[in-house]
Every structure is written in C-alpha cells, then in structure tokens.
C-alpha cells in the first residue's frame, strides 16, 4: 500500500465513530474489553484531569473502558496519592516484571504495564497534557472497536508551542519534525504518512502488542511504529485526528537527548532490515560505551563544557515471550496431539486456548502471573549496544 493511498484510506477523524455510548454498544455486542495504560513520572499538575476525563468513559452508560492502569516512576511530587483517590490500579514501575531489574526509562515502564494489562485491546496515554480531552482515547480505542481489521491506531493532532505569553499554534513536537519525521521519510518511508509518529497516545490488540518488543525511554514510540509495520503491514494501521493537545515542554538539552534516541532506534531498525536480521542488536554492532553514552557539548556562561548522559538502549522482548505464553502455547498443542481427541470442543474449543487457560485463567492472571512475581525468571533482557 502506498503512503498516500494509505494516508487517504486510514486517517479518520474522531466524531467518525461516534460518542463513547455509541462505542461502548458497540463494543459489548463484540464481546471486547478494553485497557487504559497510564506511565507517570512527576505529573502532580494534570493527572487529576487526565483521569477525570478517563472516569467518563467508565460511566455505566457507556464503560467504554475497563481497566485503568497507572505505571508510575516513583513520582516524587505526590503523583500516586492523587492517582490512588480514583477507581484505577497504581503500581510502581519497578514492582512489576522485577526479574528485569530497575525500570529504565518510560518504553521500559509502559512494557511492565502491559503484564498487568487484561484487555483484548490496549491503549496508552500521556499524562502530561494539560488540556487532556477524553477524544485523545475515545479516538484511538473507538477505530480499534469499529474496525475489526485494524490492529494499532495513533492519535494525531496539532501540538501548539506556549512559553509565557507567547503561543506559536504548530510550533510544539520539535524532536518530531526535526528527527522522527526526515528519519523516517528516508529510511521507512511508509511510516511519512503518520502525523505524530511520536505520540503517546496510541493502542492495538492484545495479540499485536504482546507480540512487539518494547524499546526503553524515548525510543519506544518510534521503535514501535517500525515493528508494528513488520508485523501486520500498513493495511492494519491508522491515525485519528483529535483535535490539539498541550503538554510541557523540554529545554533543548533534553529535546537532544530525545532526538538521539529517537534518531538511533530508526537506525538500528533501518540496520537489521538491510542486514535481514530481526529484533535485538549484536554485541559488535556498537560497543556498549558509545551505546550508552550521550555527548553534549555545549557554550555556557562559564565557557564550553562537555556534558555527558547515560543513555542506554535496551530492548525488551515482546510480552509473550518474557511471559512464557508461547511455550504454554506449543505445550498445549504437543500435547492435544499426543491425546488424540481433544481437537474438539475441549483443549482447543472453549477450554484451554478459550476461556481456560489463555483466556481469563493460567497464562493472564494465574500460575505464569504468580510464578513471574515470585522466582521463576524470563529471558535475560537485551541490552542494544
């Protein structure tokens, strides 16, 4: 499919979908449920909006969304006690999937989100907006509910730029239009079409998201886009316009840091496809202190200086593999085989692959759940230098 053609066909609008009463018919008659997964890290300011607006979307006339989730950073600013006052689950990035150490960055914390995450649909946002407007979900998830045949859907929007009393209407996402968006144009130009490749707010099924690896910090968003690319095609993906938001703005020493990250996960993409290998760097490819380390030179008022940042890219294996669940999956299988008739209506009908096991049972929230937490450890995690 070609990038125009695409950005034709697949861009919608929000009001396309209908209200979040229309979308929660629609989405019971479907038999689907749906998670909201929330990283904070210091949001004391907007978090009470932001799950204000979230709280009417889980009104008995519509409960467009299920579960809430809010992945926190060990906010220092009272960010969790506010979180806590709501009907959501708060959890701290660094309990969950501890068998992979310490959080690094939000892409890291927004992965352990997803092992706590029960939906048949899954969705992330930003919690940083100022003017978080409930259509910055109901966008994503309702394409998601409406459109069967779409599996990962990005917000779209415009991003004003405000600093005291001056507002430039299109000035804000610098790292955007100056990273994310030449980089991609040259190197996966399929993606040129997507209006805000790096936005926060964005979802797909669980199947698709459990099976895509999760880049840490910054990187997430843009790595993710790629391998959602490789795994479903540009057919299965969209974007949906939902109007503006505002969030807080970074100085340029930090909106460089950004676009490093940004900037190296396209390459590293950009290198595997030539090379024809898949997810996960090789140890030769960079050596693990120019992977992790970030130069900035700068002219301050003290003269130049030379600044340097840990900036690790590390690469977390899709959700079902850190879980086990294909493993469980081929056991299943080798074993249905060896048992003869249960191809029917038991293992592979409505009792294990249905409700039993992979449904609502072992692999969500039962013995693998249990297991993870306590002493059974997944794969080791790749560190991509």
Known sequence: MRTHDWFRSHSFHY??????????????????SVSLILPTRNVAETIASVLDEVENLRRPNSRLIDQVIVIDADSTDGTVEIAQRYDVEVYSENVLMPEYGRAQGKGDAMWRGLSVASGDIIAFADTDTGNFCRQLVTGVVGCLVARPDIQFVKAAYRRPFTQATVSVPDGGGRVTELTAKPALNLLFPELAGFVQPLAGEFGGTRDLMYSVPFFSGYAVEVGMLIDVLDRCGLSAMAQVDAGMRKNRHQDLGNLSRMGYAVLRAVLVRAMQRRLGVGAGLSADSWTETEAGSYLHAVAAA???????YAEMLIERPPMRVALGIEDAVEAVLDGAVLDGAVLGDGVLGDGVLGDGVLGDGVLTEGTLGDARMGETAASESVVTA
């Open 15 to 32: 009001r396309q979908f209908g209200n979040a009463r229309e979308l929660g018919r629609i989405k019971r008659e479907r038999e689907v």
């Open 302 to 308: 003290r003269g130049v200086q030379l600044d340097e």
